[in-house]
C-alpha cells in the first residue's frame, strides 16, 4: 500500500518561508512522480507543482513561479517544496500526490485526477 504523508505547513507572516515536505513508503519510490496540489476553502484543487520520477523534469504553476520550488531526494523517498516569499492567497491546504510512470510531460505531471495517490494535506497560512 502506497502511503504519501505532507509535512511543514504551518502559519508564516507574508514575505516569509516554508518547506513542505511528501514523505512516500510503500512503492519503489524512485518511480513515481510527484505532484503538489492545494485547495483554498471554497475554491477548486489547483496545480502547484510536479516532479517526474528522476526529477529531470520539474513544472510549476504561474502563480508559484520564481517562488516554489520542488526537489526530490531518492534516497530519502521524499519531495520538498520549497516556499519563498509567501503570500497570503499562498494559504490554502497543501496535497501531495504520486503516480508510478515515467511520463514526464506536464499534459499529465499537472492534471490532479492523474495520479493515483494523495495524502492527508498540510494546512499553510500567510498572514499579512
Known amino acids: 500500500q502506497v502511503q504519501l504523508v505532507e509535512s511543514g505547513g504551518g502559519l508564516v507572516q507574508a514575505g516569509g518561508s516554508l518547506r513542505l515536505s511528501c514523505a512516500v513508503s510503500?512503492?519503489?519510490?524512485?518511480?513515481?512522480?510527484i505532484g503538489w496540489f492545494r485547495q483554498a476553502p471554497g475554491k477548486e484543487r489547483e496545480f502547484v507543482a510536479a516532479?517526474?520520477?528522476?526529477?529531470?523534469?520539474?513544472f510549476s504553476a504561474d502563480s508559484v513561479k520564481g517562488r516554489f520550488t520542488i526537489s526530490r531526494a531518492n534516497a530519502e523517498n521524499t519531495v520538498y517544496l520549497q516556499m519563498n516569499s509567501l503570500k497570503p492567497e499562498d494559504t490554502a491546504v497543501y496535497y501531495c500526490?504520486?503516480?508510478?510512470?515515467?511520463?514526464?510531460?506536464?499534459?499529465?505531471?499537472?492534471?490532479?485526477?492523474?495520479?493515483?495517490?494523495w495524502g492527508q494535506g498540510t494546512q499553510v497560512t500567510v498572514s499579512s
Open positions: 510503500g512503492g519503489t519510490f524512485s518511480t513515481y512522480a
Open positions: 516532479i517526474s520520477w528522476n526529477g529531470g523534469s520539474t
Open positions: 500526490a504520486g503516480k508510478q510512470t515515467y511520463r514526464s510531460s506536464s499534459s499529465y505531471l499537472t492534471v490532479a485526477r492523474w495520479y493515483d495517490y
